[in-house]
């Protein structure tokens, strides 16, 4: 097993330039999820999705789109990049079963810079 | 709206230390909570997992107690060694979603 997979690791776009980032996962979980970590500070969680069609925003979802066409991608789209988006940003992926869930599982992260 | 906090904020210690790293949370309404370390530059990665209705969970060197009344999660690290160094995330599960709320955590430095 792979786990969850990001790609890009790094990044560096120029202000209102757009971009994907790639998130997989291989263990058949329902849940993933989106956060961004900024120096010093905390998790946060951008957007999530409970499963495949189905996403909701999280705390902080301005500024970005998702979507969740298979259980396995949860890509996440920057949309006129700015400054305040440069961060690190981690996939995540859990199991959920009734008001349950598991060990939540994440990607290595990818470090975008915005310029 | 749930907050976390963590301390200390950073702990420098002599290998072979036994240490216990707080986290405390303000809704004891939670699901679960995870422990992570993170090391410098990259991803988190899961120490433990402990459910609302336990009380701790061991793994090794490590010992996470629950203390959900009160908002209280502490893990124990015995015997402390300088690959323990890293940042150690307290993150409770507050919400149907499944997301983690986390603390900016405590950076841990072991010196041989």
């Known amino acids: 097993n792979a786990g969850v997979t990001q790609t890009p690791k790094f990044r560096i776009l120029k202000i209102g330039q757009s971009m994907t980032l790639q998130c997989t996962q291989d263990?058949?979980?329902?849940?993933m999820y989106w956060y961004r970590q900024d120096p010093g500070m905390g998790l946060k969680l951008i957007y999530y999705s409970v499963g495949a069609g189905i996403t909701d925003k999280g705390e902080v979802p301005n500024g970005y789109n998702v979507s969740r066409s298979t259980t396995e991608d949860f890509p996440l789209r920057l949309e006129l990049a700015a400054p305040s988006q440069t961060s690190v940003y981690f996939c995540a992926s859990s199991y959920s079963n009734r008001g349950t869930t598991d060990t939540q599982y994440f990607g290595p992260g990818t470090r975008l810079t915005v310029l | 709206k749930q907050e976390v906090t963590q301390i200390p904020a950073a702990l420098s210690v002599p290998e072979g230390e036994n240490l216990v790293l707080n986290c405390s949370f303000t809704d004891s309404a939670i699901y679960n909570l995870q422990w992570f370390r993170q090391d410098p530059g990259k991803g988190l990665t899961s120490l433990l997992l402990i459910q609302s209705s336990q009380r701790e969970q061991t793994s090794g060197r490590l010992n996470a107690s629950l203390d959900k009344s009160s908002g209280r999660s502490t893990l124990y690290i015995a015997a402390s060694q300088p690959g323990d160094s890293a940042t150690y995330l307290c993150a409770p599960r507050t919400g149907s979603q499944g997301n983690l709320i986390f603390g900016k955590g405590t950076k841990l430095s072991v010196k041989p």
């Open positions: 263990m058949n979980h329902n849940y």
